[in-house]
C-alpha cells in the first residue's frame, strides 16, 4: 500500500524545493496562487492533504504540472513549460542554452 505520509512529504519537498528556486517566499507563493500562507506552510511540511484546485494552483504558480508536484516525473507538459520559456529568447541565447543542454548531456550519460 501507499504510504500517503510519505507521498505528502515528497510533494511537499517539491514544492519548496521549486518555490526557493525562484527565489519566492510562502507568502509570495501564496499570493500568487490566491491561498493563505498557513496553506502553503502545510503544504510543503506534508501535514496537509491538497485539494485539486490547491494543487492545480501551485504547478501553476512554480511553472510545473501537477504530475511533478506528485510525482517528481517530467511529463510531455513540463518540456511545454520549458519550450515556452525557450520562445522568450533570442536565437542567440537558445544556442548558448542548447550548448548547456548538450554539457549536461556529456556530464550525466558519458556510459549510455
Partial sequence: MLDVKLCLKETGQRIMERRKKMGL????????CELTTQAVSYFESGKRNMRQDSLMKIALGL???TDYLLTGDIIDKD???L???LDK???KEIRIIEGI???CINL?????
Fill in 101 to 103: 543542454v548538450d554539457e
Fill in 25 to 32: 517566499t510562502q507568502e509570495q507563493l501564496a499570493e500568487k
Fill in 89 to 91: 529568447l533570442t536565437p
Fill in 83 to 85: 519550450s515556452e520559456k
Fill in 108 to 112: 550525466y550519460h558519458k556510459d549510455a
Fill in 63 to 65: 511553472g510545473v504540472s
Fill in 79 to 81: 518540456k511545454l513549460l
